[in-house]
């Protein structure tokens, strides 16, 4: 017996959960499962929504970030995934998603980008951002504070603050480092950091007589280095359960304005948008099926309805069902409708060894030049051929084959599985997986009525 | 007249260093100019084979006779530099039995211990070797950092006096009709140490003598006082693994030829080699055919190979010479040996000499054999002492056995870090701070970062070849970031960017060669880290025109 | 004195008459030899070497994220380094093992994270047996401690053949302080309680299987606990096996090992493995599938032994074992049959936990798709913490703290949900639940057994209730 749905969504990134999201949000009594092998690439990324930061094929010479994303997107060239499913798609997914983060997110009330301070010390545009960012915006002229730790070495806080006037942020900046009360050991995890303040232990701290909440010991660390600044910006790890717990707690301790800035892998803001997904597929009925990779499929037998007999040689086939691997066991996946959201080169989806590129469960195509000293530049920042690598879709996302014809009739891609986009000198990673998602998603989700 | 110095030595390899060093010790006032960070050249791009002599053993049995013997003598002034990892000449099916047969006798030939093990007993040594490996010789073949080792010897004369200045390239010699009395320095404006002079500057350095140790770039400074120094430089491939999947040095038992040795070096194990000639060691082709050829013919030694992953490839250059009119057409047939030019008896020209040829492991052999011909030149009579004067670092061999501190780390980290600082390190690793692990994959901590600094100033390629930071598998993704951070408040902010900048750029320019499987994964990671997180390709603080901040979304 | 300590003293009895385990005695228990014997994992590699596995890694750190040690404790530096970056950093000869690796829980949650497929687990599981052989003391008491917890196996049956005595003399504060002093026990748990009669006699007094079919055979793997503590849960799963239509074969077996990686304890862990891959393959060639009904049990014959061991079959078993519900979930249309059915009251209301070991299978959702075919029961998920006892972890007393500390929020969703009772497929997991909330924990095979109309009136008592203290003294502790 196969486990039997109407869509099956593959991956469980942004892309994957948005497209089962979507899915689900379309038809009402449908089964939904997204399949997901291994835990996501939210945890590396910052956590920013970014739609559009900036124009493609322009990064030889220093650009401007765009400040309206919405109007550039109308110059994308054809086949950027942004094309592919329209402008108004991708207002769409951002309502879309604006719904599901409810108040975790900010950013809505415009179309206009934000610059966010970056953990290396200059800003970045994005168009929506977690709340925890929020009083931090560059474009506000507040003086700041940064606090950094000695033992968390990748971010700096007095270089972070000297780098944000070298880019001329329209306040003043100072940045300290301080010892983080309440750990011991040079090695300790983001993770235990944000526990520590999400359950506000006990900890000693020399700024306070015995023992003290963390948050409390937190701020009475910082305030004697507080000048006069009327907000202050911690490294991104204020708590990963109750985070606005922790600001609050910290706000007022200090009188402040307290914000993160958003950090490297691994990233609490981008697990906190991990969990607020999930959340959301649980509370949408959708089954998740996790920690098993999808290794094959099976089409439909093309005698299998008679409907085919006469043979047509263009028509496309049909995916009948995947094999789910469960140490070993063959676990057979039907559904209707599938959506593969499984990533680029770092999520996986995308792979490569020395002669080729390919995309690992359906063989779709994937163009490449044939010779690997093609894939690459020579500046580091250049434009880079690798990082377009993935699948070309329709304008109904289906993958297609070097015939242009879709490899297969109900199959869709979402995300960064998705190619001829560069989502990281663009600024456009969550905004095509948003948007790609929410459309493939719904279309799978129609199509299954 | 006064000259600046006594001894002017260009090249900073291993054999300028060591020069720098042996004359140093003697008493001797030198100046070391290096064009870039201590082993740019040749000396930071080779294999990290600290010769048996047993691969010379039988075409050249005079070199294979001096590698043993420097062998030892680097085991004992050079311990934290050199790891004793044995080596194996392996024979396959194919592999020629006569040529075994030479290769055993010419080691024993040359006083080079020599074992031959079967089959099995050689995968015993090393698992990882091919089903279908049929014997096996082996020989004392260690594995040495080349990085380290160069530093230790600039360390070392800075210590007796020396004065070495690194990013200062020659761009003339000082000629006086038919005596040269020095040269002419550019200082580089890269983010380097100088504490003498302002980068874009110029500086004429004079000195009594003048040692030309540039190697492969030997004939580009003769040629600045028109004297002919035929190097002939030969390139050669170097694939670096990210992991060791061999703990001994693995050379495929046959006569010359290309990708027949595996060098564990480090965390890491180095595939070697090719051998072809190029007109300018500076610019020359790096070709996807080396690299593949690296893995496929290695990989009928182990297997494994075939799947494992690289994290990136580079080249160096040999300064092969021979004398005029040997006629050599094949670059792997010319001798490895080493020779010294003297252009007074050459070329007539007074006040240099050339050293061109030869191998690192024989390095201190050669600077003493040159700084001999110094001190008769400049009539001092003291005797060398770099084989008995073990370098900083090596003074206590005690600190690598048994008992070594943990200086409050993790055990690897402690043993790593241990392993590279030797004696030096409770010096630098005793530390009330906290001392986080800056680079996670070599396990570099912040103190030992900031000791770099403390020597090599800002420049963070020079950080990086003394401490490792930035060499393993994630090739500075994760840790260019930090390190550049430990350069503040020292340095100002934009010194540390452009540091950044630069150390990102170098470390991309090897892993482009290893573009493919988990590495182009990683390079991916790696560039949306910097790119989509930080937004380092688009940085306003290096536009010229302002940012117009009120553009954008102030918050609601 | 009671039976625990004696056990160490007397050494350990090679085999049970009741399970026929055949696991060869120990030589070195306490025999003072602390000679280094390495691990022999393959038969021509003095250990192994993992150092490949580091080629996966892109120091992403999803690892460290979901550790639910190195959030609690900053003594634990995290998998990541435990895993490969410490192997990258050793050399051949090398056998300085972080000591941090102890704190491991082996949850293997790192496993299941990690997105680019790094042998994780098999890296910390090796490294602890390389520091435990190289690093700690054989007459330790940890060492000790950890080997008694990690052959609970052979404690067992000795209290089951006097269960009321062992729950009463465990339960005795005496005792409990006697094993936080002498062993580093915990004394702020309980015991677990032995069954009045243990699986394997009542599958024996049953006669054995009531359903012969050649067609569909499963060989049950019950572990230890559903043998000597929770033996209702074997009797269900058999029942809700017979219900389908399967012939249910009991072979001979002995621990599945996972209590001995956890303690580094590789020699003991290939000993039991060993006769179980025997055994298993033997039933799998005579057309059954393994099953198991406890979580970690499936995941160490799945992935742990063939990562760790190569004996013959030790693949072909490891493919063909399955959990539970998810064969049949996969061979029967199980959410079929439950489709209309019913249960009592006793399982309205249901607070899920899905272990650590479960996740990492995939298995993590299936509990509640099932459940939800079932008229009136409202199974709800706690959330994907870590209950934080991880089998013997939370046992020790230097761990009890941590080991709380990762239960917490697990707890606290507990108690938010509307059940009162608990629901998990782990022995372990179900230990720490009932300590952290007092809920009575089932496990979902009781469920099925319920909503499928198992006849249960041919069992005897399920669990061995608790014997009335009045029946001992304290001298029996003496």
């Known amino acids: 017996m196969a486990i039997t749905d109407d869509v099956l969504v593959i991956g469980g990134g942004l892309a994957g959960a948005t497209a089962a999201l979507a899915a689900a949000e379309t038809t009402e009594d449908a089964r939904i499962r997204l399949v997901t092998y291994k835990q996501s690439t939210l945890r590396h990324a910052s956590g920013l929504i970014d739609v559009l930061g900036y124009a493609p094929g322009t990064t030889d010479d220093q650009q401007q970030p765009i400040a309206d994303p919405y109007t550039a997107l109308e110059s994308l060239p054809e086949s950027h995934p942004y094309q592919r499913v329209g402008i108004d798609a991708v207002r769409d997914a951002l309502a879309f998603f604006d719904e599901i983060a409810g108040d975790a997110y900010a950013g809505a009330h415009t179309d206009r980008n934000a610059l966010v301070p970056t953990h290396g010390g200059t800003v970045k545009p994005t168009a929506r951002y977690p709340v925890s960012t929020a009083e931090g915006l560059a474009s506000d002229d507040r003086d700041t504070l940064l606090v950094g730790f000695e033992t968390l070495p990748d971010f700096d806080a007095p270089l972070a603050a000297a780098h944000l006037e070298a880019a001329g942020a329209p306040f003043d900046a100072r940045g300290v480092t301080l010892s983080f009360p309440g750990i011991g050991r040079d090695d300790a995890k983001v993770t235990r950091y944000a526990h520590l303040l999400d359950h506000d232990e006990r900890v000693e701290t020399p700024s306070v007589t015995g023992e003290t909440g963390a948050r409390e010991a937190l701020a009475a660390t910082v305030n004697p280095h507080l000048d006069e600044e009327s907000r202050v910006g911690f490294p991104a790890i204020l708590g990963d359960a109750h985070p606005a717990a922790v600001r609050e707690a910290l706000s007022d301790a200090l009188g402040a304005a307290v914000f993160e800035v958003p950090m490297g892998p691994p990233s609490l803001p981008g697990l906190r948008l991990e969990d607020l997904l999930y959340d959301a597929l649980e509370s949408a009925g959708v089954r998740v099926t996790s920690g098993v990779p999808v290794v094959d499929y099976e089409t439909v037998a093309a005698d299998s309805t008679g409907e085919n007999s006469t043979a047509d040689e263009t028509t496309t086939a049909a995916i009948d069902h995947v094999i789910v691997d469960r140490n070993g066991a063959q676990i057979p996946h039907e559904a209707d409708q599938y959506v593969l959201a499984t990533g680029g080169l770092v999520g996986k989806g995308v792979e490569s060894n020395r002669e080729r590129v390919t995309e690992g469960i359906f063989d779709c195509y994937v163009p490449h030049a044939t010779d690997r000293y093609d894939w690459f530049v020579d500046d580091v920042f250049g434009e880079q051929p690798y990082a377009r690598f993935g699948v070309v879709p329709d304008e109904e996302l289906r993958p297609l084959g070097t015939d242009d014809n879709p490899e297969f009739s109900n199959l869709r891609a979402a995300g960064a599985v998705l190619g001829d986009y560069d989502y990281a000198a663009e600024k456009s990673g969550a905004g095509v997986s948003l948007a790609t998602g929410y459309v493939a998603g719904t279309r799978a989700g129609e199509a299954c009525q | 007249m006064a000259h600046d110095t006594a001894v002017l030595v260009l090249g900073g390899g291993s054999t300028g260093c060591g020069i720098a060093r042996d004359l140093a010790m003697r008493g001797v006032d030198v100046t070391l100019v290096e064009r870039g960070t201590l082993t740019d050249g040749t000396t930071g791009r080779m294999h990290g084979l600290l010769h048996s002599g047993g691969r010379y053993a039988v075409s050249d049995q005079a070199s294979a006779t001096e590698c043993i013997e420097e062998n030892e003598v680097l085991r004992e002034i050079a311990s934290h530099c050199v790891e004793e990892t044995g080596g194996l000449f392996v024979q396959r099916p194919e592999d020629s039995d006569e040529y075994f047969r030479e290769k055993l006798e010419g080691c024993r030939d040359c006083d080079i211990p020599a074992t031959v093990l079967s089959g099995r007993e050689a995968r015993e040594v090393e698992p990882y070797l091919a089903d279908d490996v049929s014997r096996a010789i082996q020989v004392p073949d260690g594995a040495v950092d080349p990085f380290r080792l160069c530093v230790a010897n600039a360390l070392d004369a800075e210590r007796h006096g020396a004065r070495v200045e690194t990013h200062a390239e020659v761009i003339d010699l000082l000629r006086d009709g038919d005596d040269i009395y020095g040269v002419e320095v550019r200082h580089d404006s890269g983010p380097g140490k100088r504490t003498h002079k302002a980068p874009g500057t110029t500086e004429e350095i004079t000195a009594e003598y003048v040692v030309n140790a540039t190697g492969a770039w030997a004939g580009q400074i003769g040629a600045m006082a028109d004297l002919d120094v035929a190097v002939r430089p030969s390139k050669g491939v170097m694939t670096i693994m990210n992991v060791r999947q061999v703990d001994t040095v693995i050379n495929r038992c046959r006569p010359k030829g290309d990708a027949d040795i595996i060098v564990p070096h480090e965390t890491t194990a180095i595939l070697g080699t090719t051998d072809e000639e190029v007109s300018d060691p500076d610019d020359y082709p790096e070709e996807q055919w080396e690299v593949d050829m690296m893995i496929d013919t290695l990989t009928e030694l182990v297997p494994i190979l075939e799947e494992a992953r690289t994290i990136r490839s580079f080249w160096g250059v040999r300064p092969l010479y021979e004398p005029p009119g040997t006629g050599t057409q094949d670059s792997t047939d010319i001798t490895r040996d080493f020779f010294l030019l003297d252009h007074d008896e050459r070329d007539g020209v007074s006040g240099m000499s050339s050293i061109v040829g030869g191998k690192f492991t024989t390095y201190r052999a050669m600077a003493e054999e040159i700084s001999d011909h110094v001190c008769a030149k400049l009539g001092v009579s003291a005797a060398c002492a770099t084989a008995d004067e073990p370098l900083p670092g090596s003074e206590d061999v005690r600190v690598l056995e048994e008992g070594m501190d943990d200086f409050g780390l993790r055990s690897p980290i402690a043993r790593r870090s241990n392993q590279r600082l030797g004696s030096r390190a409770a010096d630098v690793l005793e530390t009330n701070e906290p001392n986080p692990v800056v680079c996670e994959c070599e396990g570099v901590t912040r103190a030992e970062i900031q000791d770099a600094i403390d020597q090599s100033g800002s420049d963070l390629n020079a950080v990086r070849i003394r401490t490792r930071a930035s060499m393993g598998n994630c090739q500075g993704g994760f840790c260019c970031q930090n390190m550049a951070n430990e350069l503040h408040p020292r340095y100002d902010e934009e010194t540390v960017r452009e540091a950044l900048d630069e150390l990102f750029q170098e470390r991309w320019k090897g892993e482009r060669h290893a573009l493919w499987g988990e590495q182009l994964s990683q390079a991916m990671l790696n560039y949306a880290l910097h790119a989509t997180t930080m937004n380092r390709d688009n940085d306003p603080a290096r536009e010229s025109t302002q940012l117009d901040y009120a553009q954008f979304d102030g918050g609601a | ?478």
């Open chain 3, 1 to 478: 004195m009671s039976d625990a300590q004696r056990r160490i003293d007397d050494g350990a009895p090679g085999e049970q008459p009741s399970t026929g385990g055949a696991d060869g005695s120990d030589s070195d228990s306490d025999s003072g030899n602390d000679e280094f014997e390495p691990v022999q994992v393959f038969p021509e590699a003095e250990e192994m070497d993992l150092r490949p596995g580091a080629d996966n890694c892109y120091k992403c750190s999803t690892c460290d994220t979901n550790c639910p040690v190195a959030e609690v404790d900053d003594e634990f530096p995290g998998p990541k380094f435990q895993g490969p970056e410490q192997w990258r950093l050793k050399r051949q000869d090398d056998h300085d093992i972080d000591d941090s690796v102890m704190k491991c829980s082996n949850c293997m949650r790192c496993d299941s994270a990690c997105p680019s497929s790094v042998p994780l687990s098999q890296m910390h599981n090796t490294a602890r047996a390389e520091y435990v052989e190289e690093n700690m003391s054989k007459f330790s008491r940890e060492y000790l401690r950890n080997r008694l917890l990690a052959n609970y196996r052979r404690l067992a049956p000795l209290a089951s053949m006097f269960p009321r005595t062992a729950n009463v003399v465990m339960g005795l504060s005496v005792t409990k302080w006697l094993g936080e002093k002498t062993l580093g026990i915990t004394s702020e748990r309980e015991f677990p309680e032995f069954a009045t009669e243990t699986f394997r006699e009542w599958w024996t007094d049953r006669g054995g299987a009531k359903v012969e079919n050649e067609d569909k055979r499963i060989a049950y793997f019950h572990g230890c606990y559903s043998n000597y503590n929770t033996s209702e849960v074997a009797k269900a799963l058999v029942r809700v096996y017979e219900h389908f239509g399967y012939e249910v074969m009991v072979p001979e077996q002995s621990c599945s090992g996972t209590p001995m990686f956890a303690n580094g304890m590789l020699e003991d862990a290939r000993r039991a493995a060993e006769t179980n891959v025997r055994e298993l393959a033997a039933a799998i060639e005579d057309g059954a599938a393994v099953i198991a009904s406890c979580s970690s049990c499936s995941m160490s014959i799945r992935q742990e032994y063939p990562e760790l061991f190569d004996f013959e079959d030790t693949e072909t078993v490891a493919a063909n074992t399955w959990d539970a519900v998810e064969y049949l979930r996969v061979h029967e249309d199980l959410t079929g049959a439950l489709e209309d059915t019913a249960v009592g009251d006793e399982f309205d209301e249901l607070a899920y936990h899905a272990p650590c070991h479960s996740r990492n299978q995939g298995l993590d959702g299936q509990t509640i798709e099932v459940m939800d075919a079932i008229d009136g029961i409202d199974a709800q998920d706690v959330g994907d913490s870590c209950s934080g006892i991880s089998g013997t972890y939370g046992w020790k007393a230097e761990n009890y703290e941590t080991s709380m500390k990762i239960g917490e929020e697990m707890f606290e969703h507990m108690d938010a949900a509307e059940a009162e009772t608990g629901l998990t497929e782990c022995p372990t997991c179900s230990m720490q639940m009932e300590h952290g909330t007092g809920y009575e924990i089932k496990h979902t095979l009781e469920v099925l057994e319920a909503a499928l109309g198992g006849d249960r009136a041919e069992s005897g008592a399920g669990s061995g209730s608790n014997a009335d203290a009045g029946t001992t003294t304290a001298t029996e502790s003496n």
